[in-house]
């Protein structure tokens, strides 16, 4: 079955640019732009496997979040809205206006299978809540984010112990912090799961 894309924002061009990088990536996807007006009017139109907001300002993101389905996947593509994860009550992601056609389709099919995804990995935006996973309310720390994401390019202990300048030791503590936050009992388990949360990025 086609996933059913709706592009929404304040500018035309931008919502054609988007809809026609969607196009050159996948041709299997059902793309249709909306205006912002329609879309916060006609809830038959809000329904989507997945939205994508183009370029939207704080305002618009604002009136998105309270009035849309609180499951739509939101794709934020560029503007300067960053929803903080506490707001977010469905699969959300923040990407570059300028990310190529590939990031984006990927960006779109992982926010339909339930991902979270951002540029910025390793940033709190655009994650869903701890209490909302059914994992503890126990966030990761700064250092475990940056620990988590040297763990998910693959590198043991001791490799994440030199590129962040800390004692294996203590790159060992963290991983197993990580592995204890997740709910995970392996590294890989830990990285499906940090994808999931948006705690790591794609």
Do not use: C
């Not at 503890?136 to 763990?151: A, G, K, S």
Request: net charge negative; hydrophobic share 50%; charged share 20%.
């Amino acid at each position: 079955m086609r996933l059913q894309v709706r592009i929404t924002g304040d500018q035309q061009w931008a919502l054609q640019g988007a809809a026609q990088a969607l196009q050159r990536a996948d041709g299997g996807l059902d793309i249709t732009s909306v205006a912002v007006d329609r879309l916060l009017t006609d809830a038959q139109t809000a329904q989507a496997d997945v939205l994508v907001v183009v370029e939207a300002t704080t305002d618009v993101a604002g009136l998105l979040i309270q009035r849309l389905p609180p499951a739509l996947p939101v794709l934020w593509l560029g503007g300067d809205a960053r929803p903080s994860r506490s707001r977010m009550r469905s699969p959300a992601g923040w990407i570059a206006a300028d990310a190529d056609d590939a990031r984006l389709a990927a960006a779109v099919h992982a926010l339909a299978a339930g991902l979270y995804v951002t540029d910025d990995a390793g940033s709190s935006e655009l994650s869903v809540p701890a209490a909302a996973s059914g994992l503890p309310n126990d966030p990761l720390t700064p250092r475990e984010l940056e620990v988590f994401e040297l763990l998910a390019k693959g590198l043991a202990n001791r490799d994440i112990a030199l590129a962040l300048g800390i004692s294996s030791h203590t790159a060992k503590f963290h991983v197993a912090q990580i592995l204890e936050k997740t709910g995970a009992a392996t590294r890989t388990e830990a990285v499906r799961q940090g994808l999931r949360l948006g705690w790591i990025g794609l």
